[in-house]
C-alpha cells in the first residue's frame, strides 16, 4: 500500500515543500534498502570510508575554520573515531544482519522462534557543533548498516563542516538514500514535524525534551545522546601523576568542549594541593612548553563562538565571585575566543559552576573526605553521562561504581571508554536515552522483529481454546 504524501505545514511553505519532497523520496526508496545484503550495505560504506580518507585534509581545513580545532585533535576525535565505527560495523554487519535464534520453553514445544533485524525506515540525525564530523557521519553508519534511509542535519555552529557534510552526501549517496539538509532551530523545528521512523538526537538535555516532545506526536523511535556534569572522583590512593596527566588531557581536548569531558573533580582533601601542582605541570608540558603562552599554541582549540565565550567568561567571573580562587590559568580573550586551561579551587558548591554543565575549559575542583560524601554529591544531580574513578583501591573501585549512577564509567582513564566499539555509548535519566555505537547503534535503527513459526496443523494451546469448558478451566 502507498503511504500518504505528505502535506507541507502552512507556516513558510517553501522550506517545508522542500522538506516533504525530500522525505518523500527517501520513504519511497526504503523498501529497496530493505531489500539489500550485506554486501550491498558494506559496499556503500566504504564508499564512505573512501571519502573520508581522500577528504582529510578538507575536514582537518573546515574544523580548523570553525574553531580552530588542531589537526592532530581532529585526526583522532573525528577521522580516526570514525573510521574505526565504519571499520568495527564492517566487520560485524553480516554477523549483526542475521537472524539470531532463541529457545522454545515447553509450553511452545514443536514451534520455531527468532529474532530478525528490519530497518526502521527513514531517520533523522540531528547532531550538535562540539565534535560537527564524527557525531554526524558516527550514527550515519550506524543508520545506514540497519538498512535505513536518512536525513542528517548537523549545527548551525559550525558551517564549515556543514558544508562539507552536504558536499560528502551528495559525493557519495544516492539523494534517495541520504539527505544532508543545513540550517538552525527554524530547520530543525521543521524537520521535526515530519514522521520519522527513528530520531538519533545528540545534543543537550533541553532541546533533547524539545525533540522528544515531537517524537511523541508520531510516536518515532528516538535515541537522546545528552550531556551533563560528569564528575572525576580523585582519591588518595590514587596515583596523583597518572590522574593529572589524563584528568588534563581529558578537560582541555576540543578546549573542554565534550560532552564527556570530566566536567569537575572530587579529590579527597589531603592530595588537593599535590593533585593541583601535578596538573598545572601536565598544562604548562601539554599547552605551553616553550614559554611562549597557551594562546600561541597550535594544540589549544578555540570556544566556538562569542556566545559560548560570554557563558563561560560569565561562569568564570562568577565562580570567582562566589569565592573561588584560580590556581591555574585563568586567562581570557574574548577577540579570539580564548579561555585557557583554568583550574579553580575553593568553588562554592552551589555557584552556578557547580550547577551547569560547563562544556569548556574550566576546571572545578572540590574536597571531599569519605567516598560516601563523594557519591551523595554526584548522586544529589542529575544523571551524569560519564563517571571517572582515580584509586589504586579495589574496594574503593567497587564502591564509586556500585553507589554511583552514570552512562558510562572509566577507571584510572577519561574519555576513551566511548572510543570502544564492544562497549555501549550513551546516558541515563537526563544524560540521554538509548545506546549508540558499534553493535548496539546498529540496534537502535533496527526494529528487532520477534518471529514464531507454528507447524501447520499443530498448536501446543489448543485446549486453552473456547469453548470453556471445565476441564479447561481446572488448567
Ligand atoms: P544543542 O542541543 O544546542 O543543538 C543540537 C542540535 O539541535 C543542533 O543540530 C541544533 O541545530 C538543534 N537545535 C538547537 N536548538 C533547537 C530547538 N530549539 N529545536 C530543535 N532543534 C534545535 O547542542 P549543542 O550546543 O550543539 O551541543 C552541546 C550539547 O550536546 C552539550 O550538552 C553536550 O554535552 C551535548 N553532547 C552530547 C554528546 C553525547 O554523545 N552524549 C555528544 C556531544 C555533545
Excluded at 13 to 41: G, M, N
Amino acid at each position: 500500500m502507498a503511504a500518504a504524501t505528505l502535506s507541507a505545514p502552512e507556516t513558510s511553505p517553501v522550506i517545508s515543500s522542500e522538506l516533504c519532497a525530500a522525505f518523500e523520496r527517501l520513504r519511497a526508496h526504503t523498501p529497496v534498502l530493505r531489500r539489500e545484503d550485506a554486501t550491498a550495505r558494506a559496499t556503500r560504506l566504504r564508499r564512505l570510508a573512501a571519502w573520508i580518507t581522500g577528504n582529510r585534509v578538507a575536514i582537518q581545513t573546515a574544523l580548523y575554520a570553525d574553531f580552530r580545532k588542531p589537526a592532530a585533535e581532529t585526526d583522532l576525535t573525528e577521522i580516526w573515531s570514525t573510521q574505526a565505527e565504519i571499520k568495527h560495523t564492517l566487520a560485524h554487519l553480516r554477523q549483526w544482519m542475521k537472524p539470531r535464534r532463541v529457545g522454545t520453553p515447553l509450553s511452545l514445544l514443536g514451534t520455531t522462534s527468532w529474532v530478525q533485524y528490519e530497518p526502521k525506515g527513514v531517520c533523522l540525525v540531528m547532531a550538535p557543533w562540539n565534535y560537527p564530523f564524527y557525531l554526524a557521519v558516527g550514527p550515519l553508519v550506524s543508520a545506514l548498516a540497519a538498512g535505513n534511509c536518512c536525513v542528517l542535519k548537523p549545527s548551525e555552529l559550525t558551517p564549515h563542516v556543514a558544508t562539507l557534510l552536504r558536499r560528502l552526501a551528495e559525493e557519495v549517496f544516492d539523494p534517495a538514500e541520504v539527505v544532508v539538509l543545513e540550517g538552525g532551530k527554524d530547520m530543525a523545528t521543521e524537520l521535526l514535524r515530519l514522521p520519522f521512523d527513528h530520531i538519533f538526537f545528540t545534543g543537550s538535555p533541553e532541546v533533547g525534551k524539545i525533540v522528544m516532545r515531537a517524537a511523541a506526536e508520531h510516536l518515532s523511535g528516538v535515541t537522546l545522546e545528552l550531556g551533563g556534569k560528569s564528575p572525576a572522583v580523585v582519591d588518595a590512593t590514587a596515583n596523583l601523576r597518572d590522574a593529572a596527566e589524563k584528568l588534563v588531557w581529558g578537560k582541555f581536548l576540543n578546549a573542554g568542549q565534550t560532552c564527556v569531558a570530566p566536567d569537575y573533580v572530587l579529590v579527597q582533601e589531603p592530595v588537593q594541593a599535590e593533585l593541583v601542582r601535578e596538573m598545572e605541570a601536565v598544562i604548562r608540558r601539554n599547552y605551553n612548553p616553550a614559554g611562549a603562552g597557551v594562546e600561541n599554541s597550535e594544540s589549544f582549540a578555540r570556544i566556538v563562538n562569542q556566545q559560548h565565550f560570554n557563558r563561560l567568561a560569565g561562569l568564570l567571573e562568577d565562580a570567582q565571585a562566589t569565592g573561588a580562587t584560580v590556581a591555574v590559568g585563568g586567562e581570557v580573550d574574548g577577540r579570539q575566543c580564548f579561555i585557557a586551561p583554568t583550574v579553580l579551587t575553593q568553588v562554592a558548591p552551589d555557584s552556578r559552576i557547580m550547577q551547569e554543565e560547563i562544556f569548556g575549559p574550566l576546571l572545578p575542583l572540590v574536597p571531599f573526605g569519605t567516598l560516601s560524601e563523594a557519591a551523595d554529591f554526584i548522586n544529589a544531580r542529575p544523571k551524569p553521562l560519564a563517571q571517572y574513578v582515580f584509586t589504586r583501591n579495589a574496594e574503593n573501585q567497587r564502591y564509586l561504581l556500585d553507589n554511583v549512577s552514570a552512562g558510562g564509567a572509566a577507571v584510572n582513564e577519561t574519555i576513551v571508554h566511548l572510543g570502544h566499539s564492544e562497549l555501549p555509548f550513551g546516558g541515563v535519566g537526563n544524560s540521554g536515552v538509548g545506546k549508540a555505537h558499534g553493535h548496539y547503534g546498529f540496534l537502535a535503527f533496527s526494529n528487532e522483529k520477534a518471529v514464531l513459526r507454528q507447524r501447520i496443523g499443530r498448536t501446543s494451546i489448543k485446549l486453552l481454546y473456547p469453548p470453556y469448558t471445565p476441564k479447561v478451566r481446572r488448567m
